[in-house]
């Protein structure tokens, strides 16, 4: 928000980029590596008997933690939202999609196929609706501080 406020444009450019790609990468390279050992992990929190929360656990790593690094981008693009001065719409964005989605998810897709799956492709649904808003919104708002002429990349 300094830089943007500062007009320094390049210097805008580059953190976003790099926390872009280091959120990203770090993020996914956790959610994989979690989900590699998920039943270690799982298992020693339940007992290596428990072969049933260990397939539930593992489910819920799979959809959660595999796809981390959408999540991971969309928070970037909503902290660059608030730097360009509009934290309202992604607090908007978050209450209709991780809120109303999840509820319409619930009220119309779970009961189709009630099982435990579809509860937990809920959340990667909502962040992929999330990051696509995100990306949406990103693109208009840099689009009009080009037009105003702050930004001239």
Known sequence: ?????????ERVRKTFRLCLIYCTVIAGAL?????????LW???????SSTAAIKYGMMRLFYVAVFM???AFS??????????GYPMLTSMTNIAINLGFRVLWMQFVY???P????IMQC???AWTLNFVFYVLFTIIVYRRYVKKGICKY
């Open 42 to 48: 799982i298992g020693i929190i339940v007992g290596m």
């Open 69 to 71: 690094f959408i999540y």
């Open 1 to 9: 928000g300094q830089n943007i406020g500062a007009g320094n444009v």
């Open 123 to 125: 959340y990667t649904a």
């Open 111 to 113: 009961p189709i196929y």
């Open 115 to 118: 099982k435990f799956v579809t």
């Open 31 to 39: 959610g994989v590596l979690t989900y590699l050992t998920g039943e």
């Open 75 to 84: 928070c970037i693009l909503a902290s660059a939202m608030r730097a360009f």
